[in-house]
């Protein structure tokens, strides 16, 4: 499977964004997704995931009120609404997907990742 993410930009304080993250391949119901970021000088952190049957979420804590991760099997598509932006979520985000589709809060329990997309959010 490949992905793409996109939707990030340059936001102030507050304010929401929400970022896609586009797959290819016809067993896109079957993997769960997850996004991380990372932000610079930073590892690359866990955010939010979503199982393959989209009845299973899990966030981080610095997130957790604020994200919220969806998908819709049928456009092939995850997605992750972010709302009260604060300053230090400013990181690239990627979005990537776990074949055995349990959704993992750690990075090497994924397969396949997307490049990131920038999100700034100025104080």
């Known amino acids: 499977v490949q992905l793409q993410a996109f939707g990030g930009g340059l936001v102030q304080a507050g304010d929401s964004l929400r970022l896609s993250c586009a797959a290819s391949?016809?067993?896109?119901?079957?993997?769960?997704i997850g996004w991380f970021r990372q932000a610079p000088g930073k590892e690359r952190e866990f955010v939010a995931a979503?199982?393959?049957?989209?009845?299973?979420?899990r966030y981080a804590d610095s997130v957790k009120g604020r994200f919220t991760i969806y998908r819709i099997n049928a456009k092939n598509t995850a997605y992750l609404q972010m709302n009260s932006l604060k300053p230090e979520d400013t990181a690239v985000y990627y979005c990537?997907?776990?074949?055995?589709?349990?959704?993992?809060?750690?990075?090497?329990?994924?397969?396949?990742w997307g490049q990131g997309t920038l999100v700034t959010v100025s104080s």
């Open positions: 979503i199982r393959w049957s989209g009845g299973g979420t």
């Open positions: 990537a997907a776990d074949a055995l589709g349990a959704g993992l809060a750690r990075a090497d329990g994924y397969d396949y």
């Open positions: 391949g016809r067993t896109f119901r079957e993997y769960a």
